[in-house]
């Protein structure tokens, strides 16, 4: 049987997918290194990137965590790990390419994908504790919105601790919270019909 269809008891994960799930964590914590060695380059100059790297590491660890206390159910929820990291990823890669600094609108594209990402993550995280459909539309955009609030108020803190280069006004901020709850409930809308879809085919 070839490899990649053998099935890990443990996690209910096969190789690829486990190759997979991997390669997204080293991406991530590989770029994160990136930044914080090289810190002193131009794009990122005042970004805050070593104190940002802890943070965003963080993202690596919070589905392996949460699977854990929930008694490790199986399968591994490995494509709700990859969507959780997925927007940390974008985020920094963003700023190692400079594109922040090059393109005006990266931070608008960015804040309502990087949601889109994490409204299909918990529309997922929904549907493993057999939430309805309508319930887990209406909790992703909840806790999308909740989440951009808070993101926010995290880089108002940073910028007020001497971070110079967010440059963060009011009518960006207003804009990042319209953009990120929009793009959460998006997201959601749109995992919930291709499940739906991939319910029906299997069917």
Same mark, same amino acid.
């Given at each position: 049987?070839? =490899?990649t269809?053998?099935?890990? =008891?443990?996690?209910?994960? /096969?190789?690829? +997918?486990? +190759?997979?799930?991997?390669?997204?964590?080293?991406?991530?914590?590989?770029?994160?290194?990136?930044? !914080?060695? $090289? =810190?002193?380059?131009?794009?990122?100059?005042?970004?805050?990137?070593?104190?940002?790297?802890?943070?965003?590491?963080?993202?690596?660890?919070?589905?392996?965590?949460?699977?854990?206390?929930?008694?490790?159910?199986?399968?591994?929820?490995?494509?709700? #790990?990859?969507?959780?990291?997925?927007?940390? $990823?974008?985020?920094?890669?963003?700023?190692?390419?400079?594109?922040y600094?090059?393109?005006?609108? *990266?931070?608008?594209?960015?804040?309502?994908?990087?949601?889109?990402?994490?409204?299909?993550?918990?529309?997922?995280?929904?549907?493993?504790? #057999?939430?309805?459909?309508?319930?887990?539309?209406?909790?992703?955009w909840?806790?999308?919105?909740?989440?951009?609030i808070?993101?926010?108020?995290? @880089?108002?803190? !940073? +910028?007020?601790?001497? *971070?110079?280069?967010?440059?963060?006004?009011? @009518?960006?901020?207003?804009?990042?919270?319209?953009? /990120?709850? *929009?793009?959460?409930?998006?997201?959601?809308?749109? *995992?919930?019909?291709?499940?739906?879809?991939?319910? +029906? /085919?299997?069917?």
């Amino acid at each position: 049987m070839p =490899d990649t269809l053998e099935i890990d =008891d443990s996690t209910g994960l /096969s190789a690829r +997918q486990r +190759q997979l799930l991997w390669a997204g964590r080293i991406a991530l914590i590989g770029l994160l290194a990136f930044t !914080v060695v $090289f =810190d002193h380059l131009p794009q990122f100059e005042g970004k805050g990137m070593p104190f940002r790297a802890p943070f965003y590491g963080a993202s690596a660890l919070f589905i392996p965590a949460v699977w854990r206390l929930r008694g490790r159910p199986a399968p591994y929820p490995w494509r709700i #790990d990859l969507l959780v990291m997925a927007p940390f $990823f974008c985020d920094t890669a963003a700023n190692a390419v400079n594109f922040y600094n090059d393109y005006d609108r *990266t931070d608008d594209v960015l804040h309502f994908t990087n949601w889109c990402l994490l409204g299909a993550a918990i529309v997922l995280a929904c549907f493993r504790s #057999d939430m309805g459909r309508l319930n887990a539309w209406a909790m992703a955009w909840g806790m999308g919105a909740l989440a951009i609030i808070w993101w926010e108020a995290a @880089e108002f803190v !940073v +910028q007020e601790l001497g *971070t110079a280069g967010l440059g963060l006004t009011y @009518e960006d901020t207003v804009g990042d919270l319209l953009l /990120s709850s *929009t793009g959460g409930a998006v997201g959601a809308a749109v *995992t919930i019909w291709i499940v739906g879809r991939r319910a +029906q /085919s299997s069917s």
